[in-house]
């Protein structure tokens, strides 16, 4: 699963971006592409070590299983966002727990939907320590950015991988624009990638559920101000909606599309999804990142389950984290509660 637990792997660095990809231990070392930039990753290179900057062997991640069964009902205290460690066909498994009993798992589109809501939103209503996030694009790695200013051309600046504004209009906006790495950086919705799995074919889907994060550092222009106020607009299906966030002064800011529920003028789309705005006269943003939340959705293979799918009493619907490749509730159906070992914490 990533990123919620990783397996033992290798941190591949890109020579060209510096984007870290982990590579399993598992897997052959063939050449890739990088998940940030698009250029060719000759692995075997950097595991040899010839090419800097070398990769870096990190060690499995440790979990605590609390094996809850052993004193009360296992399911006892289990809720949806949990991970779980499963027992299925003699295997311990961990998975998130996405559906409960008497729930109703359907499929929308092959978004997969839990008493009517897509599951992502169901996460998100959790908060951010069950909502997991995967990175898309970082832009002090990139030479050319991504950001682009919107209409006058003369309001952003960008010095040294940060984008520096001395406009308070209203209309003065920052939008990113993705590029589709695969596909020789052509104009692209974001895609549910994931940089574990480079080297694993898969088919990807286009999301609509992002979050940027950023950073007000303090300058010699903005000496004094602890805090900016920042307009941060997402494209969405139902429009561009847009939230007003007062950003502190050195220190990452996320702010997830959910936040914004405002009906905004500006207009974005799939491959320009997120733009930035300041009513502040003079303002500095640094670590601009854009990343993206999980979305659930069946792939086209998994047509054995029938939907929709009301869970039993002692059922419960799991799906892994790394959802295009996760062998899940979605190919073996529902689990019963005496297949759940216990719940599942990430030890430091």
Request: hydrophobic share 35%; charged share 20%.
């Amino acid at each position: 699963m990533y990123p919620a637990l990783v397996c033992s792997h290798r941190r591949i660095p890109c020579p060209h971006c510096g984007a870290v990809a982990p590579v399993p231990v598992s897997l052959p070392t063939t050449s890739s592409a990088c998940w940030h930039c698009g250029d060719a990753l000759d692995v075997a290179q950097l595991l040899a070590g010839s090419a800097q900057p070398r990769a870096i062997l990190v060690p499995a991640n440790l979990v605590h299983v609390e094996p809850v069964g052993w004193t009360r009902p296992a399911t006892d205290g289990v809720t949806v966002g949990d991970l779980v460690a499963l027992l299925i066909d003699g295997r311990l498994r961990v998975k998130r727990i996405l559906a409960t009993p008497d729930d109703t798992v359907t499929v929308d589109r092959l978004r997969l939907r839990v008493n009517g809501r897509r599951l992502e939103d169901v996460m998100a209503d959790l908060g951010t320590e069950t909502q997991t996030m995967i990175p898309v694009d970082h832009d002090p790695l990139r030479t050319e950015s991504r950001w682009k200013p919107h209409h006058d051309t003369t309001s952003w600046i960008r010095r040294s991988q940060n984008w520096h504004t001395d406009s308070a209009n209203d209309d003065s906006w920052l939008v990113y624009h993705h590029r589709a790495v695969y596909d020789q950086s052509q104009s692209s919705a974001v895609f549910d990638d994931y940089p574990i799995n480079l080297h694993v074919t898969r088919q990807m889907a286009p999301i609509d559920r992002l979050a940027l994060r950023l950073c007000f550092p303090e300058t010699e222009d903005t000496a004094g101000e602890n805090t900016v106020s920042v307009r941060v607009a997402f494209w969405t299906p139902r429009g561009t909606q847009e939230v007003s966030v007062a950003v502190p002064r050195n220190r990452s800011t996320t702010i997830r599309c959910y936040d914004a529920t405002e009906p905004s003028q500006l207009v974005l789309t799939p491959e320009t999804p997120i733009g930035i705005s300041t009513s502040n006269s003079t303002a500095t943003f640094s670590d601009l990142s854009v990343m993206r939340f999980v979305e659930y959705r069946l792939n086209r293979r998994d047509d054995r389950i029938p939907y929709p799918m009301r869970l039993g009493a002692n059922q419960y619907f799991v799906v892994g984290d790394n959802v295009p490749v996760s062998i899940d509730s979605r190919q073996f159906g529902a689990i019963s509660a005496d297949q759940i070992v216990g719940k599942v914490t990430r030890l430091p």
